[in-house]
């Protein structure tokens, strides 16, 4: 007979093994086997279909290395977490998703696990595409399948331990990952109801424009799109708690979707240059009308609301300080920045348009780097819109405390905001992370 210590030994080790086991089940996934996918069986209508989805959910945008053939990986994410490097989505068999399934491709969407079983992180947006219609999943496939094969692997994503261990992903789906389809409201209009699916489900919005918790996930409830980053930038919200100068009305988040510019808020710049050039300018018009009737009733804006006095008051003041302000950040604005940042009347465009940086809601913002950067790094990318132009940057020309300088000033004329705190470290923390940028430094 067994004693009563080697019996509760049994007893646990039969426990032990039971929860290893059931850890092992939830952690583990199986191979898909490889496919071969004949794209000629799917119809044309379909891919027209699919390229719509995969421009809403603006695939190429982070599956493209900069200079690289599009969807074939290698561009590169910054995350709290590491880099991590995209993968290539081209129908290319050895490299890309060529030999995946349709079931294969599918589980990747919708949970986060690849066709050898692996999880993959969250900075691809399975969290959204779970929501995705049926209808939306088949098109989007038919249409990367349809594309040309481009045989090219990436460089492979290195974290560093414990984030490099795949399988812990299975935990984080567990406690994180909301399968749930887009419930539409009832009370709301058809166009806000498709702009709720094409933010949560397609366009991933709240990615970007939402804070997250200490493991990466989205914040909900109050917290759904009250701002969040992207790469470095500071994603600003697109609800009632947004900093614009103006109140954004949908006309404008159109207009700006759209054609990458709004006359009351400026240029799209930084990540939302892509995402408009790549994806809100591409999809259907009434798509993006969708998307600026769900973000304006967000934003709790009235449909007739009118700017206009607002705006002639914001530009009244930063005539004055630009023409009356003898400050070192006033010299600088007025000798780098004015030719094509004048308020006023008679102020000449150049280079395309005159964006109305008093404006502008990065100066509004709880911290200067979007600012900053602008003003090292300038815009080179426009989103498609020639009125945008071009901005240079004046990383080689301004030594952080002449760029700490400006960036104060026009916190402090162009708002009514209080001045921000410990600026030229912002500016020294981000020239580091151009090595080049900080031959300007000494100047």
């Given at each position: 007979m067994m004693s009563r210590t080697a019996r509760w030994t049994l007893v646990l080790v039969i426990l032990l093994i039971v929860i290893v086991a059931g850890i092992v089940a939830l952690v583990y996934e199986q191979e898909i086997p490889p496919a071969?996918?004949?794209?000629?069986?799917?119809?044309?209508?379909?891919?027209?279909?699919?390229?719509?989805?995969?421009?809403?959910?603006?695939?190429?945008?982070?599956?493209?290395?900069?200079?690289?053939?599009?969807?074939?990986?290698?561009?590169r994410m910054e995350t709290p977490f590491g880099i991590i490097v995209s993968t290539n989505i081209t129908?290319?068999?050895?490299?890309?998703?060529?030999?995946?399934?349709?079931?294969?491709?599918?589980?990747?969407?919708?949970?986060?696990?690849?066709?050898d079983g692996s999880h993959l992180y969250p900075a691809f947006p399975y969290t959204a595409f779970t929501k995705m219609s049926e209808q939306d999943m088949r098109d989007l496939y038919a249409y990367l399948m349809s594309r040309p094969p481009v045989r090219n692997e990436p460089d492979p994503t290195r974290l560093p331990f414990p984030f490099?261990?795949?399988?812990?992903?299975?935990?984080?789906?567990?406690?994180?990952?909301?399968?749930?389809?887009?419930?539409?409201?009832?009370?709301?209009s058809e166009a806000w109801n498709r702009g709720k699916y094409l933010a949560q489900a397609l366009?991933?919005?709240?990615?970007?424009?939402s804070p997250r918790n200490a493991l990466g996930a989205e914040k909900g409830g109050r917290h759904y799109l009250d701002g969040g980053s992207a790469e470095g930038w500071i994603a600003p919200a697109l609800n009632a708690s947004s900093r614009a100068a103006v109140p954004w009305t949908e006309d404008d988040l159109f207009a700006y979707l759209r054609k990458g510019y709004s006359a009351h808020h400026g240029a799209a710049g930084a990540s939302m240059t892509p995402v408009v050039r790549e994806g809100t300018s591409r999809i259907p018009e009434d798509d993006t009308r969708a998307l600026a009737a769900y973000f304006a009733g967000q934003m709790g804006v009235p449909a007739d609301a009118t700017p206009e006095l607002r705006i002639r008051q914001r530009e009244a003041a930063a005539e004055v300080a630009v023409n009356t302000l003898d400050s070192t950040g006033a010299r600088i604005y007025n000798r780098a920045c004015?030719?094509?940042?004048h308020p006023g009347p008679g102020a000449p465009e150049m280079f395309?348009?005159?964006?109305?940086?008093?404006?502008?809601?990065s100066l509004r913002l709880d911290q200067p780097d979007n600012v900053v950067r602008y003003v090292l790094n300038?815009?080179?990318?426009?989103?498609?819109?020639?009125?945008?132009?071009?901005?240079?940057?004046?990383?080689?020309?301004?030594?952080?405390?002449?760029?700490?300088?400006?960036?104060?000033?026009?916190?402090?004329?162009?708002?009514?905001?209080?001045?921000?705190?410990?600026?030229?470290?912002?500016?020294?923390?981000?020239?580091?992370?151009?090595?080049?940028?900080?031959?300007?430094?000494?100047?």
């Open positions: 071969e996918v004949d794209a000629a069986q799917f119809p044309q209508e379909q891919i027209r279909r699919g390229q719509n989805v995969a421009a809403a959910g603006m695939c190429v945008v982070c599956h493209t290395a900069a200079g690289g053939a599009a969807n074939a990986g290698g561009h129908p290319d068999a050895d490299t890309g998703i060529g030999a995946w399934s349709f079931d294969a491709f599918e589980r990747a969407m919708r949970r986060g696990i690849a066709r490099n261990i795949r399988m812990l992903m299975a935990g984080w789906n567990l406690l994180f990952l909301d399968r749930d389809p887009v419930a539409p409201v009832a009370s709301e366009g991933h919005c709240s990615a970007c424009h004015a030719a094509c940042h395309g348009g005159q964006p109305p940086i008093w404006l502008a809601t300038g815009t080179q990318h426009d989103a498609g819109n020639p009125r945008e132009g071009h901005m240079p940057g004046f990383a080689y020309a301004l030594n952080d405390e002449q760029v700490a300088a400006v960036v104060q000033f026009m916190r402090e004329s162009f708002t009514d905001r209080p001045a921000w705190n410990g600026v030229q470290d912002t500016v020294k923390r981000i020239r580091d992370e151009y090595p080049l940028a900080s031959q300007g430094r000494e100047q």
